[in-house]
Every structure is written in structure tokens, then in C-alpha cells.
């Protein structure tokens, strides 16, 4: 049962609600809060934020939960202000600092660092970090005292531009840096590696996620609203949710008539009336929607038939109402 007696998954709430997470709660603090509210366990995030970090959370309630997956590699967007002058265990302002005792780097030096990270490259995570070693954490194993043997992980970025610089105190100057990269990448270890670079030591101060994929900030909510739209009961979250389909603007689309919806809500493979739309590849997936242009599927295409992947309807039941539809 519900927290107010109703079911525990309110019927209609399928979508993505895009959050502007403040700082001090986890991304899961974040999740089970939205399911409190929503009064639905079928909430999933697209990527998580460290405690301290802030800004775009893209949550996925209902059916957009099994949609999740093709968010994971989408590329984000960052304001980082990185702090010269001193190191930190954790690579942030939460772990123990030590300062170099030297001067800073000017920012000339700062951007000629930042342009040698440009680009593809092989990344050492943070020792303060969630990954797995041996079903250890690798954090755990460093507040164990040990050193986690952590790989360096294929990332690339694309975009590390300094908008703003603060040398009051010469010996632990201030830049603020505008990040765009892959998915995957630690902006804890840019602060860490450009700090390195200059000759001294450099740890991340403070963090906002500025887009995630094709979610930003000037489309995020703040927990405040969602609380104030959730407060005579989940179905004043609606007006919040994008489509399920939102930020996947870059699959192409196939529409399906009646009958072909009702296959591909079997789970069958239909060779469309509508035809096929090309693809680069075997592994690029299209989405199939139905006449009023809500996705359907998430289809592969093979031997010239819509092969379904994601099913997002139920043959069985009627259409849930949209994202913002009353």
C-alpha cells in the first residue's frame, strides 16, 4: 500500500523528471524521495552526482525506467571550480587537504594544462570513488588505509575553458572551468590532473552539472517545486514529466499503424507499411511510435522487420496518458 492508502504504483506517472539537485543529498537520497513522492518503486536516475554536486539529475519514473540505458553514455556538461595550491585524499574539498606550500599557476599556465587534456584519453578515477575492486569499493579500501590499484578508464573531452579566474591570494589561485565530456569522466580528476600539470596540486572546490545528454539546468526542477507539485498527491507531478522519449531525439523514428502497434506490444517482429528508416549500424536502434506519435518501442531492425527490444506499451491495456496531458 501506499503512503496514502492507494496503490503503490499510481497509474499514469510515466516520464522524466529532470531535478536540480542541491548539494548535500546523494543521488539515491534524491531517488527515494521522488518515489515517496510519486508513490511509485519505478524511479531510476541517468548518472549520479557526489553529495557536495549540484544541477541536472534526470530521474525516469513508470515506463521510462526501461529506457534508462540508452541515457547512460550520453555526454555531460559541467561548471567546475578547481583550487590551486593545495591537494585533497578525495580529489574534493571533503577530503583532507595539504597544501603545497609554493605558488600558484597563473592562469596562462592553468589553460595551457587544460588544452593537454582535450581530447581521448586514458583517465585514473579518483582513489575516492564507488568503483569495485575484488567486491571491495574502491573508497572503502582507502579509508581502510590501503591504495586501491585503480585502472585508468577511456574517456574523452571535449571542451575545458576557463570563464573565470581569482589569483587574490597568488599562492591558491581559483579558476572556474566550464566542462563538456563523455559520460564516465571525473571531474575530481581533472581538478587532480591539471593541478599536477602546473607542478603543484589542485582539488575541486565545488561542482554543477549543467546538462546531462539533452536534459539542462534552465529545464531542472528544484526539490522545493516538487514537493509543492506533489502536495495533494502524485498526479500533480504530470505536469513536470518530459515524454518518456525526451532526449533521444537522436534515434530515428518509424510510425506504425493500429495493428502493428498491437504486434510490437506482443513483442512480435512487423515489417511496417510505413517502411524502415536507414541506420549506420546493426546495433543503432530506432523507435516505433504509433499515429498520435508516442514511442511504442525501442526496436532493432533486422531483415528488413522492426525487431522490439524495449516494449513501452501494453498490448493488453489502454494507452497511458502522456507527460503532461491531463
Not at 50 to 62: C, I, K, M, R, S
Not at 141 to 157: D, F, N, S, V
Not at 273 to 301: F, K, T
Amino acid at each position: 500500500m501506499s503512503p496514502r492508502g492507494g496503490r503503490s504504483d499510481a497509474p499514469g506517472l510515466d516520464g522524466i523528471l529532470v531535478v536540480a539537485k542541491p548539494a548535500g543529498p546523494t543521488s539515491h537520497d534524491v531517488v527515494a524521495l521522488i518515489r515517496r513522492l510519486a508513490e511509485t518503486r519505478r524511479v531510476g536516475h541517468g548518472g549520479t552526482l557526489d553529495p557536495f554536486a549540484t544541477g541536472v539529475l534526470p530521474l525516469f519514473l513508470g515506463r521510462a525506467t526501461r529506457l534508462v540505458e540508452y541515457h547512460l553514455g550520453d555526454r555531460k556538461a559541467y561548471r567546475a571550480t578547481i583550487c590551486f595550491g593545495a591537494g585533497s585524499t578525495t580529489d574534493d574539498l571533503d577530503g583532507e587537504l595539504t597544501p603545497t606550500g609554493t605558488p600558484g599557476p597563473d592562469r596562462a599556465a592553468v589553460e595551457t594544462a587544460l588544452a593537454g587534456l582535450i581530447g581521448p584519453s586514458l583517465q585514473v578515477p579518483p582513489a575516492y570513488s564507488a568503483i569495485k575492486l575484488g567486491g571491495r569499493r574502491a573508497y572503502a579500501i582507502a579509508r581502510a588505509g590501503e591504495t586501491p590499484e585503480l585502472k585508468p578508464r577511456a574517456i574523452t573531452i571535449h571542451r575545458l575553458d576557463v570563464v573565470d579566474w581569482n589569483a587574490d591570494d597568488p599562492d591558491r589561485p581559483i579558476a572556474v572551468v566550464e566542462v563538456d565530456c563523455s559520460a564516465g569522466t571525473y571531474v575530481r580528476s581533472i581538478a587532480r590532473d591539471v593541478g599536477r600539470a602546473t607542478g603543484g596540486a589542485a582539488y575541486l572546490g565545488a561542482l554543477i552539472r549543467t546538462a546531462s545528454g539533452g536534459f539542462s539546468i534552465a529545464a531542472a526542477h528544484s526539490l522545493e517545486a516538487i514537493r509543492a507539485a506533489a502536495a495533494d498527491g502524485p498526479a500533480g507531478l504530470r505536469s513536470l514529466l518530459l515524454p518518456i522519449d525526451a532526449g533521444l531525439e537522436r534515434l530515428a523514428r518509424v510510425a506504425l499503424g493500429e495493428s502493428e502497434v498491437a504486434a510490437v506490444g506482443r513483442g512480435q517482429f512487423v515489417r511496417p507499411v510505413a517502411g524502415l528508416p536507414s541506420v549506420g549500424s546493426p546495433d543503432e536502434r530506432v523507435i516505433a511510435v504509433d499515429g498520435n506519435g508516442r514511442p511504442v518501442a525501442v526496436c532493432a531492425i533486422r531483415e528488413g522487420r522492426l525487431a522490439p527490444d524495449k516494449v513501452l506499451v501494453d498490448a493488453s491495456l489502454p494507452a497511458p496518458v502522456a507527460a503532461g496531458e491531463a
